[in-house]
């Protein structure tokens, strides 16, 4: 296993980018996730090994992204998933909220092992 995480990068789509990150067990290091919107945005973390079904499938964590800003998160100790790590992107921070956030508004960053 490398000593430093391994980054994955994704520019939102006009979806809720529903995003299998790793289809197994791993740790999330750190997120990064910036928000071009004049309204509040949400990015959850699910513990899956494929793309969640967002709005059915429960996030283990959600995280507010706040208005024409940045959300970073530096974990240490590293965050576990036992089955996978997943995300996605939407307009609500209710486990059932899916609605899409618009295109290019978001830059998600993630550092996982």
């Given at each position: 296993?490398s000593?430093?995480?391994?980054?994955?990068?994704?520019?939102?789509?006009?979806?809720?980018?529903?995003?299998?990150?790793?289809a197994?067990?791993?740790?999330?290091?750190?997120?990064s996730?910036?928000?071009?919107?004049?309204?509040?945005?949400y990015?959850?973390?699910?513990?899956?090994?494929?793309?969640?079904?967002?709005?059915?499938?429960?996030?283990?964590?959600?995280?507010?992204?706040?208005?024409?800003?940045?959300?970073?998160?530096?974990?240490?100790?590293p965050?576990?998933?036992?089955?996978?790590?997943?995300?996605?992107l939407?307009?609500?921070?209710?486990?059932?909220?899916?609605?899409?956030?618009?295109?290019?508004?978001?830059?998600?960053?993630?550092?996982?092992?």
């Amino acid at each position: 296993m490398s000593a430093f995480p391994i980054p994955y990068h994704l520019v939102a789509a006009g979806t809720t980018n529903a995003t299998t990150v790793k289809a197994s067990a791993g740790k999330v290091h750190f997120v990064s996730c910036s928000n071009v919107n004049a309204a509040v945005r949400y990015l959850k973390l699910y513990n899956t090994a494929s793309a969640p079904t967002v709005g059915t499938t429960v996030p283990t964590h959600t995280f507010l992204l706040p208005i024409n800003g940045n959300f970073v998160l530096s974990c240490n100790p590293p965050i576990d998933f036992n089955v996978g790590i997943s995300f996605a992107l939407t307009t609500e921070a209710t486990d059932s909220g899916n609605t899409a956030v618009t295109a290019n508004e978001h830059v998600v960053n993630l550092g996982y092992s």
